[in-house]
């Protein structure tokens, strides 16, 4: 449990991700060392989850956001694969079709918010709306600018319906990326990931740096904190993410329902039909 408290973005603090080592990777060393806790806190993750869909009373949104080969896709695999399909959904969110750009920039998200006993995870989210959309102008200033306080106050409205919102900002550094997409050149399986984009949003760093800058110090919030996880080392990226989740899944006090029906009537019932053949 130990990343929580270093890695959260204290509501109102300012951020410089210049001072934010994205190579970070705690007390363990290497893959292999950090295996075995990964794997027991994802051990850890299941059985709450199972407590989150049976009591109903909580929901839980994780949120994805990173520059290309960040480690989205990534997080989803390896952490995300913890919980059980049936109570999970993973949403991308890609370019906005033209019906989703007829509607405000919250329409097409809301619908995929979790209910109560659902966990949902959102790979990129509402936050594009302030992100891709501000570094290309693709909608004027004065509209991005009102998007931050319309967020905080979406995510407000969210978790006071019983949504606990985790926010997770995958940091890489320049050099990793590049090395990132080489991986994926030199790998015919992987070609399908390679897009033009990739190599041109890369030219716009650091206009992308104030942006996620701008994201973090403003929309961090005690109902929806936002976390920078050092995700220059894939190991270190999944083990913070998954401690968080445990944390904030211990920190709900699920609770089994009581049982809808007299559990002793029943056994006592099938007991006696077994007895009796
Ligand atoms: P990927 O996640 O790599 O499949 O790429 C999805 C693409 O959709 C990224 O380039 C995003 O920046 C883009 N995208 C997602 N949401 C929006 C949005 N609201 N407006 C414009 N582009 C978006
Ligand atoms: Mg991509």
Redesign the pocket.
């Known amino acids: 449990m130990e990343y929580r408290e270093r890695l959260i973005v204290k509501p109102g603090s300012s951020v410089k991700l210049a001072d934010i080592d994205p190579g970070f990777h705690g007390r363990h060393e290497t893959h292999e060392k950090a295996t075995p806790e990964l794997e027991e806190t994802l051990a850890k993750i299941a059985p709450l989850q199972e407590l989150l869909y049976a009591e109903k009373k909580h929901a839980l949104l994780v949120v994805l956001q990173g520059i290309?080969a960040a480690g989205?896709d990534g997080v989803c695999w390896h952490v995300i694969r913890a919980m059980n399909p049936q109570g999970t959904t993973v949403t991308?969110?890609?370019?906005?079709t033209a019906e989703e750009r007829a509607h405000d920039?919250l329409w097409r998200v809301h619908k995929h918010v979790p209910g109560l006993g659902q966990a949902a995870v959102f790979?990129?989210s509402h936050y594009?709306?302030v992100?891709?959309?501000r570094v290309h102008n693709?909608a004027p200033k004065k509209v991005w600018e009102t998007r931050y306080d319309a967020i905080n106050e979406f995510e407000r409205q969210l978790s006071e319906s019983g949504v606990t919102i985790l926010k997770f900002f995958l940091y890489i550094s320049k050099e990793e990326q590049l090395k990132r997409f080489k991986v994926r050149l030199d790998d015919p399986a992987r070609h399908w990931k390679i897009?033009d984009?990739d190599y041109s949003?890369r030219e716009l760093w650091g206009d992308y740096t104030k942006a996620y800058e701008a994201m973090l110090e403003r929309c961090s919030t005690s109902h929806a904190p936002w976390y920078v996880l050092p995700s220059n080392h894939k190991w270190f990226r999944n083990l913070a993410a998954s401690q968080i989740i445990l944390e904030t899944l211990q920190n709900m006090k699920l609770k089994a329902p009581k049982p809808s029906v007299d559990i002793d009537v029943i056994r006592q019932k099938y007991l006696k039909a077994a007895e009796d053949g």
């Open positions: 290309d989205k991308g969110f890609k370019q906005p920039f790979n990129r594009e709306d992100l891709v959309v693709l897009s984009s949003e």
